[in-house]
């Protein structure tokens, strides 16, 4: 894998009866320069011809289905059937802009590990989002930053690009796993870009913020519903720094070494990219009401986490990649002493003060 000059890149684009969208997405991602290597389009059971448009309007562009439901696997999929150098993350509806995927390889070459977009940056905006979304999002992004030790300006944007290498830290699940009988397995369905955002920080990556514009939708409605989704997120939030403080109670750390460095092997096959056992929600994860178009059914309620990061190595230092750095701060506390049954955190504060919960930590 190819991590400086001219990375080769894989542009993933869910998707769910889309089509007509697709029209005018398809060929403006093809339009970008430098080219992008490949266009993968991954289709959620469409009933529109989504399929068949893609193929219509950008016959080169592969298109797949998702081999289970949910955003989250349709993402899985198409990470997997990436060959690129670097993934963006590209949602179908035409709210992301084509032309900002040079800025965020620019930040992955420059030195980020994952580059994500804001749409609150400098630079950045947006013209469909109401006050209502706005301070809901910010309210998230607060909540966090306090967990996990981040400077995000913009939790709930699923613009984002990283390099391909690191979809064994992402841990999830195996596209080729079977469907449970009932529920989704954690992490297919709409929480993936939560959980994303989550696991990079935890994992200690150098992240960047890219400026975004988003657009409004081009043709449909929007699928988002802001109470049901943010309390989705929230949800999601704490489920994710549980599972962060189990890896760092299981001696794992909060820092994961950063594939390719010395003495850290590259990542293998595909097949390794992604958690080699299922695993579901637990009684922290989004409830069965939190359903979206690519959501046919509700969660799960039984599963177990997946295998933890690797052992740490070293502490990495943050450089800046351009755009805006957001650098990394000490969220966790050191396990508790052995033989312990739990330890209990002290009150937390985060920089403006506010008081947050979630003290106690698991043995």
């Given at each position: 894998?190819?991590?400086?000059?001219?990375?080769?890149?894989?542009?993933?684009?869910?998707?769910?009866?889309?089509?007509?969208?697709?029209?005018?997405?398809?060929?403006?991602?093809?339009?970008?320069?430098?080219?992008?290597?490949?266009?993968?389009?991954?289709?959620?059971?469409?009933?529109?011809?989504?399929?068949?448009?893609?193929?219509?309007?950008?016959?080169?562009?592969?298109?797949?289905?998702?081999?289970?439901?949910?955003?989250?696997?349709?993402?899985?999929?198409?990470?997997?059937?990436?060959?690129?150098?670097?993934?963006?993350?590209?949602?179908?509806?035409?709210?992301?802009?084509?032309?900002?995927?040079?800025?965020?390889?620019?930040?992955?070459?420059?030195?980020?590990?994952?580059?994500?977009?804001?749409?609150?940056?400098?630079?950045?905006?947006?013209?469909?989002?109401?006050?209502?979304?706005?301070?809901?999002?910010?309210?998230?992004?607060?909540?966090?930053?306090?967990?996990?030790?981040?400077?995000?300006?913009?939790?709930?944007?699923?613009?984002?690009?990283?390099?391909?290498?690191?979809?064994?830290?992402?841990?999830?699940?195996?596209?080729?796993?079977?469907?449970?009988?009932?529920?989704?397995?954690?992490?297919?369905?709409?929480?993936?870009?939560?959980?994303?955002?989550?696991?990079?920080?935890?994992?200690?990556?150098?992240?960047?913020?890219?400026?975004?514009?988003?657009?409004?939708?081009?043709?449909?409605?929007?699928?988002?519903?802001?109470?049901?989704?943010?309390?989705?997120?929230?949800?999601?939030?704490?489920?994710?720094?549980r599972r962060a403080i189990r890896h760092r109670a299981a001696g794992a750390?909060?820092?994961?070494?950063?594939?390719?460095?010395?003495?850290?092997?590259?990542?293998?096959?595909?097949?390794?990219?992604?958690?080699?056992?299922?695993?579901?929600?637990?009684?922290?994860?989004?409830?069965?009401?939190?359903?979206?178009?690519?959501?046919?059914?509700?969660?799960?309620?039984?599963?177990?986490?997946?295998?933890?990061?690797?052992?740490?190595?070293?502490?990495?230092?943050?450089?800046?990649?351009?755009?805006?750095?957001?650098?990394?701060?000490?969220?966790?506390?050191?396990?508790?002493?052995?033989?312990?049954?739990?330890?209990?955190?002290?009150?937390?504060?985060?920089?403006?003060?506010?008081?947050?919960?979630?003290?106690?930590?698991?043995?």
């Amino acid at each position: 894998m190819q991590r400086s000059g001219n990375p080769r890149v894989s542009v993933v684009v869910p998707t769910r009866n889309e089509a007509r969208n697709l029209e005018v997405v398809l060929p403006a991602i093809a339009a970008v320069r430098p080219a992008v290597h490949e266009i993968i389009v991954v289709d959620g059971h469409s009933v529109d011809g989504s399929v068949e448009t893609a193929q219509r309007v950008l016959p080169w562009a592969k298109a797949i289905s998702q081999t289970r439901r949910g955003k989250g696997n349709a993402m899985a999929c198409g990470f997997a059937a990436a060959t690129g150098d670097v993934i963006v993350m590209f949602d179908a509806d035409g709210s992301a802009d084509p032309a900002e995927i040079p800025a965020f390889v620019s930040a992955l070459v420059a030195g980020a590990d994952f580059a994500k977009g804001s749409r609150f940056a400098p630079g950045g905006g947006s013209d469909d989002i109401t006050l209502l979304r706005r301070t809901g999002n910010a309210g998230l992004n607060g909540v966090a930053n306090a967990l996990f030790g981040t400077s995000y300006t913009d939790l709930c944007y699923g613009y984002n690009a990283f390099w391909a290498d690191l979809l064994p830290l992402l841990d999830l699940p195996d596209p080729q796993t079977p469907a449970p009988a009932e529920g989704m397995l954690w992490g297919d369905g709409f929480e993936i870009e939560t959980v994303l955002n989550c696991r990079v920080a935890a994992a200690g990556l150098r992240i960047t913020e890219v400026p975004s514009v988003e657009r409004q939708r081009i043709f449909g409605r929007t699928n988002l519903r802001t109470f049901t989704d943010g309390t989705r997120v929230l949800r999601t939030l704490a489920a994710e720094r549980r599972r962060a403080i189990r890896h760092r109670a299981a001696g794992a750390g909060r820092l994961a070494p950063r594939l390719g460095a010395v003495g850290v092997p590259a990542a293998g096959p595909r097949d390794r990219a992604f958690g080699s056992e299922s695993y579901g929600l637990d009684a922290s994860g989004p409830d069965a009401s939190g359903r979206g178009p690519h959501d046919a059914g509700p969660y799960g309620s039984d599963g177990s986490d997946a295998a933890g990061y690797p052992a740490e190595l070293d502490d990495p230092a943050f450089t800046p990649a351009g755009g805006i750095p957001v650098t990394p701060r000490e969220p966790l506390d050191a396990a508790g002493e052995t033989g312990a049954t739990r330890s209990v955190r002290p009150a937390n504060r985060d920089r403006s003060g506010v008081r947050y919960a979630l003290e106690e930590e698991p043995s």
